[in-house]
Structure formats: structure tokens, C-alpha cells
């Protein structure tokens, strides 16, 4: 079945500075990957999604790219503020079964 | 719009006993999803229902629990007898359509089992 590995698992940036978190999956098949942040004591809500069948998407300071053939996704952030603090999780389905199969997140802490 | 919804927020019970958890999604979702995340491991999948059918109850760990989604709309998940392995958050996610992938999670219910 699908795997998905999340590095690092924390990651300390300085206000400011960039941020980029890496997923990488195991199934081919696997064409969508959204990614959710998680504020302590709250609920994972989506920040960004990528479909196979786009290389790249922006929104505002946030981005994620995907490389097919490598079979990994990446999240950047930049310009980050204090309030990007929080727990990433990365995540990954395909179309025969609607799962979502999550990577073991990356605690963002931004130093002030 | 009113947010997916989870109840209880937590749970402390002791091994053997049952507890009940609800999940309320958004109004119109017909695809309800629950997962659970055990003290510092991922995020696993444990059931998606269409509807009130169960469309892949792969992730269920064993027969202690059970899912149902009567009329379609809110859905529980009942652990019967819990053991401490049982303890973790456990979310409820609902999306509109599979087509329409995005899924909403609740907060999420803190079960501890003592």
C-alpha cells in the first residue's frame, strides 16, 4: 500500500526566513496531495492542495511543488510570521480509494 | 456554514469499558471519513462511508470497532471493549463528493483509556 515519509519533523525558522517541508510517496497511483496545518489543540485544516497533473501552485506565501518522477511533494513558506507556527502534516490518495495516507507531520516553531 | 463537529471532545474511561463517538459533518457531505492518530504516530485511516454505506473500512484495526452512519447523516464509532492501545485523537472528515477530494476534519475526539 502507500506510504508517506515527512521530513524533517521539526523544523525552527527564523521570523522571516523560509520554510520548506518534503514528502515523499510510494505509489504511482496516488494523484492527490493536499497538505494541513494543524494549530495546537485545533483541527488539521487544509492550506494547499497539488493534483498530478500540476507541477506547481501558489497561494500567497505558501507553495508546494510536485516532482511525479521522483515521486515527492514539497511545502514552502515564506516570509514567515509567527502564526505559520504550527504542526504540518503532509498526505496523499488516489482515485480507486478516497484515503487520505499522511505523512507524521513537521512541528513549524518561528523564532521571533 | 457550519464546521464538522465532534462529541465528545474527551474521554478518559477504563480498559473494558465502551465509549461512543459521534461525528456530526457538513451539512450535504455525503462522503464521512474517521481517522485516528495514536500518542506520536501519523495520522491513520480507519473508515469512509458514501452515504450510509460503508464504502472501505480497510483501516479498522479489529472487530471492537464499529462504525455507523444511520440515514446518511451523522456518524459514530463505538469501541467496545477499549483496551490502552484505543487511546488517541480521533478525527471525523467529510468532503462533498470524491470528486470534490477536499476534506473538512472536525476537532477531533481525545480518547484516553486508562
Known amino acids: 500500500g502507500e506510504n508517506v515519509e515527512q521530513h524533517p519533523s521539526t523544523l525552527s525558522v527564523q521570523e522571516g526566513d523560509s520554510a520548506v517541508i518534503k514528502c515523499t510517496y510510494s505509489?504511482?497511483?496516488?494523484?492527490?496531495f493536499p497538505w494541513y496545518k494543524q494549530e495546537l489543540g485545533k483541527r488539521p485544516q487544509l492550506i494547499i492542495d497539488i493534483r498530478s497533473n500540476v507541477g506547481e501552485k501558489k497561494d500567497q506565501r505558501i507553495a508546494v511543488t510536485l516532482n511525479k518522477t521522483a515521486k515527492h511533494f514539497s511545502l514552502h513558506i515564506t516570509e514567515t510570521q509567527p502564526e505559520d507556527s504550527a504542526v504540518y502534516f503532509c498526505?496523499?490518495?488516489?482515485?480507486?480509494?478516497?484515503?487520505?495516507?499522511w505523512g507524521a507531520g513537521t512541528k513549524l516553531i518561528i523564532k521571533p | 456554514e457550519a464546521g464538522v463537529t465532534q462529541f465528545p471532545s474527551h474521554s478518559v474511561i477504563e480498559k473494558g469499558q465502551t465509549v461512543t463517538l459521534r461525528c456530526d459533518p457538513i451539512?450535504?457531505?455525503?462522503?464521512l471519513y474517521w481517522y485516528r492518530r495514536v500518542m506520536g504516530k501519523e495520522i491513520k485511516f480507519l473508515l469512509h462511508f458514501v452515504k450510509e454505506s460503508k464504502q472501505d473500512e480497510s483501516g479498522m484495526p479489529n472487530n471492537r470497532f464499529l462504525a455507523e452512519r444511520t440515514g446518511g447523516t451523522y456518524s459514530t464509532l463505538k469501541v467496545q471493549p477499549a483496551e490502552l492501545e484505543d487511546s488517541g485523537v480521533y478525527f471525523c472528515?467529510?468532503?462533498?463528493?470524491?470528486?470534490?477530494?477536499?476534506?473538512?476534519f472536525g476537532p477531533g475526539t481525545r480518547l484516553l483509556v486508562l
Open positions: 451539512s450535504g457531505h455525503d462522503n
Open positions: 498526505a496523499a490518495s488516489m482515485d480507486s480509494n478516497y484515503q487520505l495516507i
Open positions: 472528515a467529510s468532503s462533498l463528493t470524491t470528486v470534490e477530494e477536499t476534506q473538512y
Open positions: 505509489d504511482s497511483a496516488s494523484n492527490y
